[in-house]
């Protein structure tokens, strides 16, 4: 493949960088807050910090879950966008309520009766840091107060996932931005008692996080419904609840793989985290530290990803199949560049970052080496990112299933139990193994996005006039 056919026009990173640059501003405008919230926690203790870490992982399996669940029905909102079809996009819209209403019902459930055990899955002896009996008092105190948020965090994908397959990235960012402005304020009043108010310490974090998700989610509803004239297919989403049952049938078809490669992802990763935490609690307070960091780091190959599913989707939906593979190509080139770039920002910072922590020695030390492993691994993940999004594009779905969530558990995971189980390795070597066996997935991704069997029209439906005319792209 000739480098030149890799890089596209002014005007095809014009329109990439349109519909990813709200989506990475976002992002970094959360992780930046997260990585505050984060180092505020920190502040506190080793133990308040692991307590908050291992319930954030927990809560990142019903996150990705609704995430899952709104991109289902999104590769259909973004064909259908890309046909100018807004009946279909309001039938899509209702599809996200009954999907993510029931996840959140069963996602309460579970924490409520089951979440104490889950904490105490991640609680082991093994280093020198930790009083696990006190890290469980406080991981219970923050799962408490973050129930409440899990309501208006669902509203607020259902939203802003619907608005940026229709290209409107720029609302979702401002109600996002909003959301963390608050949620930083209010950390600091409330975790160190300032103006007046007692230092509530991790109920503070949580409780600051909650009242933000209601702001956010407010915010995105008061500003969707007062702009019904630039967001059509808001206009009588509400005076029905009905959704077609081939509709019905084809999301749950398609968009079933998606969702459950979410939740599967995410319980992956909280499963390799349980794996790495019978090394020690230390362990647990090094792996937040180190995803904190990369998480800030990765915030534009990780927009891009979102971008790739949208506007692939689009052409798509539009009937460009050749320019579809095309603009992949360019746009997972492009993705991976910005991972090297993000690569080299995290290994710049890997010594510095956890300084800003109040922990031990120990984990401070396993931090930086931890950051330097995944720098070296961004530009896998970087890709990854991007071929993921690019099969999933076309409703591929089984096979980013089997791509995606299927390598993490049959690959990684059982890497990970053999190597800490039946090998008496210290953590740095078990987690460089573990990032740089995707190697292997990386060269799988490469053959299936060049071989284009993502590529087809999951909607049924031919173009409508004014997508013919480009009106709606």
Not at 1 to 20: E, N, P
């Amino acid at each position: 493949m000739h480098l030149k056919k890799l890089i596209g026009t002014k005007d095809f990173y014009r329109v990439l960088l349109a519909v990813s640059i709200p989506i990475m501003i976002q992002n970094g405008i959360s992780n930046f807050i997260n990585l505050l919230d984060n180092v505020m926690v920190g502040r506190l203790g080793t133990e308040q910090m692991s307590g908050v870490s291992i319930v954030n992982q927990l809560f990142l399996v019903f996150n990705l879950c609704i995430f899952g669940a709104v991109s289902g029905a999104g590769l259909f909102s973004a064909q259908f966008f890309g046909k100018g079809d807004l009946d279909g996009l309001r039938h899509a819209f209702r599809f996200k309520w009954y999907m993510t209403l029931v996840l959140f019902a069963l996602a309460m459930a579970a924490f409520l009766c089951a979440g104490e055990p889950l904490i105490r899955l991640y609680l082991h002896s093994g280093s020198e840091t930790g009083d696990l009996e006190l890290t469980l008092h406080y991981a219970k105190q923050y799962m408490a107060l973050m129930l409440v948020g899990l309501l208006p965090y669902t509203v607020t994908q259902i939203y802003a996932s619907s608005l940026r397959e229709t290209s409107r990235s720029l609302p979702p960012m401002l109600a996002g931005a909003a959301g963390v402005l608050v949620n930083l304020s209010l950390n600091y009043v409330l975790i160190f008692g300032k103006l007046g108010l007692p230092a509530l310490g991790v109920r503070g974090a949580a409780l600051a996080t909650v009242i933000s998700r209601f702001v956010e989610c407010g915010s995105l509803i008061l500003w969707t419904h007062l702009h019904k004239r630039e967001y059509s297919f808001i206009k009588g989403a509400y005076r029905s609840l009905y959704v077609p049952r081939p509709l019905v049938k084809s999301i749950l078809r398609t968009g079933a793989p998606l969702m459950l490669n979410e939740g599967l992802w995410a319980a992956g990763m909280a499963t390799l985290l349980q794996c790495y935490s019978q090394r020690g609690l230390a362990v647990v307070s090094a792996m937040n530290i180190t995803n904190t960091v990369f998480n800030i780091c990765s915030v534009v190959f990780l927009a891009i990803g979102s971008a790739i599913s949208i506007l692939i989707g689009q052409r798509l939906g539009a009937g460009e199949r050749e320019e579809a593979l095309d603009a992949a190509e360019k746009m997972i080139f492009f993705s991976l560049l910005t991972g090297i770039a993000s690569g080299i920002l995290v290994a710049c910072l890997a010594p510095y970052f956890p300084l800003l922590y109040k922990t031990t020695d120990e984990v401070r030390g396993m931090a930086a080496q931890l950051t330097l492993v995944i720098a070296l691994a961004a530009p896998l993940h970087a890709f990854l990112n991007a071929a993921y999004f690019t099969l999933r594009s076309g409703g591929k779905t089984l096979l980013t299933f089997l791509f995606d969530s299927g390598y993490v558990w049959c690959v990684n995971i059982l890497l990970a139990l053999a190597l800490v189980r039946l090998t008496s390795l210290p953590i740095l070597p078990i987690y460089a193994i573990c990032q740089f066996v995707d190697v292997i997935k990386c060269v799988i991704g490469f053959v299936l996005v060049k071989k284009g069997v993502w590529i087809r029209d999951i909607t049924g439906k031919a173009p409508s006039p004014a997508a013919e005319k480009g009106e709606t792209a």
